[in-house]
Protein backbone atom coordinates (compact mmCIF):
# COMPACT_ATOMS: atom_id res chain seq x y z
CA UNK A 1 0.00 0.00 0.00
CA UNK A 2 2.57 2.22 0.88
CA UNK A 3 6.42 2.03 -0.72
CA UNK A 4 9.06 4.63 0.53
CA UNK A 5 12.25 5.90 -0.82
CA UNK A 6 14.67 8.18 0.91
CA UNK A 7 17.19 10.21 -0.53
CA UNK A 8 19.51 12.95 0.18
CA UNK A 9 22.09 11.28 2.09
CA UNK A 10 25.76 11.94 1.75
CA UNK A 11 29.17 13.04 2.81
CA UNK A 12 29.30 16.40 4.70
CA UNK A 13 31.77 17.98 7.48
CA UNK A 14 31.09 17.95 10.91
CA UNK A 15 28.88 21.62 11.35
CA UNK A 16 27.29 21.06 7.93
CA UNK A 17 23.59 20.38 6.69
CA UNK A 18 22.23 18.22 4.90
CA UNK A 19 18.50 17.35 3.90
CA UNK A 20 17.01 14.23 3.21
CA UNK A 21 13.38 13.54 1.74
CA UNK A 22 11.50 10.54 1.55
CA UNK A 23 8.77 10.09 -1.42
CA UNK A 24 6.26 7.58 -1.64
CA UNK A 25 5.00 5.13 -4.09
CA UNK A 26 1.52 3.61 -4.33
CA UNK A 27 -0.27 5.66 -1.70
CA UNK A 28 0.17 9.29 -0.74
CA UNK A 29 1.65 10.40 2.16
CA UNK A 30 -0.47 12.57 3.49
CA UNK A 31 -2.96 11.15 5.40
CA UNK A 32 -0.15 8.92 7.09
CA UNK A 33 2.28 9.90 9.55
CA UNK A 34 5.56 9.50 9.59
CA UNK A 35 8.76 8.60 11.37
CA UNK A 36 12.34 9.08 11.08
CA UNK A 37 14.87 6.53 11.92
CA UNK A 38 18.82 5.61 12.20
CA UNK A 39 21.25 2.94 12.61
CA UNK A 40 24.67 3.18 13.30
CA UNK A 41 26.84 0.34 11.96
CA UNK A 42 27.43 -1.88 15.58
CA UNK A 43 24.32 -0.17 17.06
CA UNK A 44 20.40 -0.69 17.26
CA UNK A 45 18.46 1.30 15.51
CA UNK A 46 16.95 4.88 17.32
CA UNK A 47 14.47 7.36 16.94
CA UNK A 48 14.95 10.12 15.46
CA UNK A 49 11.70 12.08 14.99
CA UNK A 50 8.04 12.13 13.82
CA UNK A 51 5.38 14.26 12.42
CA UNK A 52 1.57 13.11 12.37
CA UNK A 53 -0.43 13.23 9.15
CA UNK A 54 -1.41 17.12 9.66
CA UNK A 55 1.39 18.33 11.48
CA UNK A 56 0.15 18.96 14.37
CA UNK A 57 1.91 17.00 16.40
CA UNK A 58 6.06 16.30 15.63
CA UNK A 59 8.40 15.37 18.61
CA UNK A 60 12.22 14.54 18.59
CA UNK A 61 14.97 12.30 20.29
CA UNK A 62 16.87 14.49 22.91
CA UNK A 63 19.74 14.88 20.91
CA UNK A 64 18.54 16.45 17.84
CA UNK A 65 16.68 18.78 19.51
CA UNK A 66 17.81 22.32 18.23
CA UNK A 67 19.56 20.28 15.16
CA UNK A 68 16.94 18.86 13.17
CA UNK A 69 13.73 19.87 11.71
CA UNK A 70 10.59 17.40 10.14
CA UNK A 71 8.39 19.12 7.94
CA UNK A 72 5.94 17.86 5.13
CA UNK A 73 4.88 19.00 1.82
CA UNK A 74 1.39 17.49 0.63
CA UNK A 75 1.58 18.83 -2.68
CA UNK A 76 4.72 17.44 -3.85
CA UNK A 77 4.03 13.81 -1.53
CA UNK A 78 7.02 14.55 0.35
CA UNK A 79 8.21 14.32 3.98
CA UNK A 80 11.92 16.08 5.23
CA UNK A 81 14.28 15.52 7.42
CA UNK A 82 16.69 18.81 7.58
CA UNK A 83 19.37 18.38 9.52
CA UNK A 84 21.79 21.15 10.79
CA UNK A 85 25.19 21.60 12.50
CA UNK A 86 25.78 18.00 12.13
CA UNK A 87 28.50 15.65 14.30
CA UNK A 88 30.31 12.41 13.19
CA UNK A 89 28.28 10.70 15.46
CA UNK A 90 24.91 11.53 13.24
CA UNK A 91 26.99 9.14 10.43
CA UNK A 92 24.03 6.19 10.62
CA UNK A 93 21.98 4.78 7.36
CA UNK A 94 18.51 7.06 8.39
CA UNK A 95 15.39 5.86 7.27
CA UNK A 96 11.71 7.02 7.16
CA UNK A 97 8.94 4.89 8.37
CA UNK A 98 4.97 4.67 8.32
CA UNK A 99 2.42 3.04 10.06
CA UNK A 100 0.10 0.59 8.69
CA UNK A 101 -3.36 2.93 9.09
CA UNK A 102 -3.98 5.73 7.92
CA UNK A 103 -3.79 8.86 10.27
CA UNK A 104 -2.35 7.06 12.87
CA UNK A 105 0.67 8.31 14.64
CA UNK A 106 3.74 6.36 15.75
CA UNK A 107 5.62 8.78 17.65
CA UNK A 108 8.91 7.33 18.61
CA UNK A 109 7.77 3.26 18.81
CA UNK A 110 9.46 1.54 16.37
CA UNK A 111 6.84 -1.61 16.00
CA UNK A 112 4.27 1.32 15.64
CA UNK A 113 5.62 1.11 11.66
CA UNK A 114 4.57 -1.23 9.33
CA UNK A 115 6.25 0.24 5.64
CA UNK A 116 10.00 0.99 5.80
CA UNK A 117 12.40 2.70 3.58
CA UNK A 118 15.72 1.40 2.05
CA UNK A 119 17.61 4.05 4.10
CA UNK A 120 19.93 6.35 2.91
CA UNK A 121 23.62 6.60 4.21
CA UNK A 122 24.77 10.15 6.22
CA UNK A 123 28.29 10.22 6.55
CA UNK A 124 29.90 13.34 9.00
CA UNK A 125 33.50 13.75 8.65
CA UNK A 126 35.55 15.55 11.64
Known amino acids: QVQLVESGGGLVQAGGSLRLSCDAS????????LGWFRQAPGKEREFVGA????????QYADFVKGRFTISRDNAKNTVYLQMNSLRPEDTAVYYC???????????????????WGQGTQVFVSS
Open 51 to 58: ISWNSNSR
Open 26 to 33: GRTLSSFG
Open 97 to 115: AAPKDQFYYGGSVSNRYHY
